[in-house]
């Protein structure tokens, strides 16, 4: 009985240190990250609404803002909350790095769409998925098609399949 309780003890506090270590690492990271950043005002342009896994309706930022050399970037927060933490329109700082989001070192492209509902004269941005080469040599005057819940506006889906595929 002893040795288990010993054994426990090692395999818990090893645990723990590992959890530390790893937090200080991603502390170090993150002050890294804001030592070398970009800062911008940004604004918020929309609120996303979903439900989470459980059934809880939660609230995402959209994001705008320019960068230091002029380009226009929109991104979803990676942070929802159940009660909105921004209304639309409220200004705030944006920390970036480079030239914007770099996930995996490389910069993601997004098409980004807009569409003014003729009813209420709200403007709904729309924007694909993460595009991991430059679509602007596919894109013409033609209108790319987004269908939407006519229910929710904020549950859409944006066609870009005209897009070529990648090669694994």
Known sequence: MQKTLTLLSIVFLAVGVLLVLGAILLAFDTRRFLDQAHRATGEVASIEEHESS???????????????????IVFRSSTASNVPDYVVGQKLEVAYGGSGARPN?????????????PTTGALHV?????????????????????????????????????LPKLAD
Not at 54 to 72: A, E
Not at 105 to 117: D, L, S, T, Y
Not at 137 to 156: E, G, M, T
């Open 54 to 72: 459980d059934g809880v309706l939660m609230y995402t930022p959209v994001i705008r803002f320019r960068t230091s050399s002029g380009q226009d």
């Open 105 to 117: 070192g490389r910069n993601p492209w997004r098409i980004v769409a807009q569409w003014k509902n």
């Open 126 to 162: 729309f924007q694909s998925n993460d595009l991991w080469f430059d679509p602007t040599p596919h894109l013409s005057s033609q209108p790319i098609a987004v269908f939407l819940d006519p229910r929710n506006p904020k549950r859409y889906y944006m066609d870009v399949s005209f």
